[in-house]
């Protein structure tokens, strides 16, 4: 009865940006953390970025600080992901996911994720 749904995903070219957005059906999103994964083809998923659940807080992966912003919307009902300076290792499937918890915790550790979005392709090339 719950649902994470990913949006705003797609092919863009190098150094371009884009806005991921992650919304709840069937529960309260601003109750809990909500992290960024990715995965590109034949690689792990990895962390991207967590927030808080009163969005006090946010942690990112050390490679993607700087470039990539995660937030939430004024009313708390989505959870934003800016991608800026996007380059062609960036081109992954991302994923959005609620923690059990209302705070990030140290690490991405995906135990602790208990709601996973579908997913959503994110594709940079030229």
């Known amino acids: 009865q719950y649902r994470l749904v990913e949006s705003g995903g797609g092919l863009v070219p190098p150094g371009d940006s884009l806005m991921l957005s992650c919304a709840g059906t069937?529960?309260?999103?601003?109750?809990?953390?909500i992290g960024w994964f990715r995965q590109a083809p034949g690689k792990e998923r990895e962390g991207v970025a967590c927030?808080?659940?009163?969005?006090?807080?946010?942690k990112y992966k050390d490679s993607r600080k700087g470039r990539f912003t995660i937030s939430r919307d004024t009313a708390g009902s989505r959870v934003n992901l800016q991608l800026n300076s996007l380059n062609t290792e960036d081109t992954a499937v991302y994923f959005c996911?609620?923690?059990?918890?209302?705070?990030?915790?140290?690490?991405?550790?995906?135990?602790?994720?208990?709601?996973w979005g579908q997913g959503i392709q994110v594709t940079v090339d030229s």
């Open positions: 927030i808080s659940a009163d969005g006090t807080s946010t």
């Open positions: 069937g529960f309260q999103l601003q109750r809990y953390a």
């Open positions: 996911a609620a923690r059990s918890f209302t705070i990030c915790g140290p690490v991405f550790s995906e135990a602790a994720y208990n709601l």
